[in-house]
């Protein structure tokens, strides 16, 4: 489903919209614009560059989407105080995995997107942290005006969804 909302897979039939941009239909440039600038995405496992420091793994984000380096530095650092990640830490893999998915999340928000994909963003976590992890995923629509499709096992984090979709053997 995450990966038909990217414009990664095709689905057979139906539209799928991110903003004004036609999924569906769009060209592959109109893609890759779209998910640079227009979404941001929580994977299960981070997919964080442990050498970087905090800072950069999200700055990169920025960066991919056009902001000049100290606009991307400014803007990454404000996410992670917000989101209470240590910015000092020397380097990403010296961080708990709580504080690696914060890094994850905001990484995600950079240049505030519209849309937000988390695919399993608990999966991984204890469940204090993934109740602390869910409650500011769960908090950021109404921050930051941004849809939120969260892709989860996790009944409990499922509930705190506006609405639910179950899926089950790809079908609904």
């Known amino acids: 489903m995450l990966s038909i909302m990217l414009g990664l897979l095709r689905?057979?039939?139906?539209?799928?919209?991110?903003?004004?941009?036609?999924?569906?239909?769009?060209?592959?440039?109109?893609?890759?614009?779209?998910?640079?600038?227009?979404?941001?995405?929580?994977?299960?496992?981070?997919?964080?560059?442990?050498?970087?420091?905090p800072v950069e793994n999200v700055m990169v984000a920025g960066m991919l989407a056009g902001q000049h380096r100290s606009q991307a530095h400014d803007e990454a650092a404000r996410w992670l105080s917000t989101l209470g990640v240590?910015?000092?830490?020397?380097?990403?893999?010296?961080?708990?995995?709580?504080?690696?998915?914060?890094?994850?999340?905001?990484?995600?928000?950079?240049?505030?997107?519209?849309?937000?994909?988390?695919?399993?963003?608990?999966?991984?976590?204890?469940?204090?942290?993934?109740?602390?992890?869910?409650?500011?995923?769960f908090a950021l629509p109404q921050q930051t005006g941004a849809a939120l499709v969260v892709a989860t096992h996790d009944r409990d984090v499922a509930a705190r969804a506006d609405h639910v979709v179950r899926l089950e053997d790809g079908s609904r």
Do not use: C, K, Y
């Open 11 to 53: 689905p057979d039939s139906g539209q799928v919209r991110v903003g004004a941009i036609d999924v569906m239909h769009a060209s592959q440039s109109a893609l890759t614009r779209m998910r640079r600038s227009e979404v941001g995405v929580v994977f299960q496992s981070g997919e964080l560059v442990e050498d970087l420091t």
């Open 86 to 137: 240590p910015t000092q830490a020397a380097r990403t893999s010296d961080l708990s995995g709580g504080e690696q998915q914060r890094v994850a999340v905001a990484r995600a928000l950079m240049g505030n997107p519209q849309l937000l994909l988390a695919d399993e963003p608990t999966a991984s976590l204890d469940s204090d942290t993934r109740d602390q992890i869910a409650e500011i995923i």
